[in-house]
């Protein structure tokens, strides 16, 4: 699998005290900040980020970022994939081409779907990312991966496959915090999903194995920390931290209802 790299925007200079070369530079980064509609969108992207990073989930990378104006606010800074030696298909844009769906498109896929060709050629090529991220996206409650990956499709075989975007998974499901937590407990949330009907049992499971044998002190020290990030209190954190812990006991019945 190839590594999936950032791009550097700008090398500044050298580092002074560097013994190995080092230089300075500046990364091309994605800044996403908590507002008025996006309560929980920080906090959200960043433990989804953590969670995804333990379970092996091809995501892009982000981490949490300041800025010296407005030191008191967290930032989430998705780090900018570098594109520029690969063939990409960018997911992410609307699709204005209306297509219905090939003959041999299985039933139950998503209606209405863009992209539909690509996505069932990424799901030929990439059957066990695309496993892992459904299982993925079932377990944090996040009903936006519609236009939320990059992939290459081009080459013939595999290249780099990436997720982005969890600012609507967690405890930013919804518009509030409380109403989020009350989402994460329906069993039958997420509704809908782009891969339904479309991924590999095989991998499904595998991925449905590696989060439910995932160690509570995982899930623990990647949703708790010991301040409020952005507008989400240590006691909503914990509270995430058990809905997860719930949620994945009933992962399983919700894959099987969309194989
Ligand atoms: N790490 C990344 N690497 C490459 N491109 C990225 C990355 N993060 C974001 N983008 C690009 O920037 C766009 C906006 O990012 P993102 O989806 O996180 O923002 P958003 O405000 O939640 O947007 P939307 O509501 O449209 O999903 C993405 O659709 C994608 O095209
Ligand atoms: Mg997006």
């Given at each position: 699998m190839p590594i999936l790299s950032y791009k550097?925007?700008?090398?500044i200079k050298p580092n002074e005290i560097s013994t190995t070369g080092a230089e300075e530079g500046v990364l091309s980064i994605l800044i996403k900040t908590d507002?008025?509609?996006?309560?929980?969108?920080?906090?959200?992207?960043?433990?989804?980020n953590r969670l995804a990073m333990f379970l092996g989930i091809p995501v892009a990378l982000g981490v949490p970022a300041k800025h010296s104006e407005t030191k008191d606010r967290?930032?989430?800074?998705?780090?900018?994939a570098f594109e520029e030696d690969s063939e990409i298909y960018d997911f992410t844009h609307i699709d204005y081409r209306s297509l219905e769906p090939p003959r041999n498109a299985p039933k139950g896929i998503l209606?209405?779907?863009?992209?539909?060709?690509?996505?069932?050629?990424l799901t030929k090529l990439y059957p066990l990312e695309i496993a892992f991220l459904t299982v993925f996206d079932f377990w944090v409650g996040n009903e936006d991966r519609s236009y939320n990956f990059k992939a290459e499709l081009s080459k013939g075989n595999r290249g780099i496959i990436f997720a982005l975007d969890h600012g609507s998974s967690l405890l930013a499901c919804q518009s509030t915090i409380d109403k989020s937590l009350e989402q994460l407990e329906q069993q039958d949330y997420p509704r809908f999903h782009p891969f339904q009907k479309l991924i590999h049992p095989l991998y499904a499971g595998e991925m449905i194995e590696r989060i439910t044998s995932?160690?509570?002190?995982?899930?623990?020290?990647?949703?708790?920390?010991?301040e409020t990030i952005g507008n989400v209190t240590p006691m909503d954190q914990y509270a995430l931290f058990e809905a997860l812990r719930v949620r994945r006991k009933y992962l399983r019945q919700q894959i099987q209802n969309i194989m």
């Open positions: 550097i925007l700008e090398k507002n008025e509609h996006y309560k929980a969108q920080v906090y959200s992207e960043l433990v989804a967290l930032s989430f800074a998705s780090l900018i209606q209405g779907m863009d992209h539909l060709r690509e996505v069932i050629k995932m160690p509570d002190w995982a899930i623990e020290s990647a949703t708790v920390f010991d």
